[in-house]
């Protein structure tokens, strides 16, 4: 799995810090999304799933035909 993020199409609704705290975090001064893990642990990838599910703009993107190792 590979995760990407478009911050110039956030809102900063900040679902994706409730649902995947460990993959996504959001910007002090504008509540941007900040990508903490591109390639997250597997412990975290159901998470991150919901997370892009829910991005009320899609900013969130994921590979799932990407590797951890690429």
């Not at 975090?25 to 975290?44: F, I, K, N, S, Y």
Request: proline share 6%; aromatic share 2%; hydrophobic share 45%.
């Amino acid at each position: 799995m590979r995760i990407s993020v478009d911050r110039s199409a956030c809102c900063g609704a900040g679902n994706c810090v409730l649902l995947a705290p460990d993959v996504f975090d959001q910007g002090e001064d504008d509540g941007v999304v900040v990508l903490l893990a591109a390639a997250p642990a597997p412990e975290h990838e159901a998470a991150a799933r919901e997370a892009a599910a829910v991005c009320p703009t899609s900013a969130i993107t994921v590979r799932e035909d990407v590797s951890r190792d690429a």
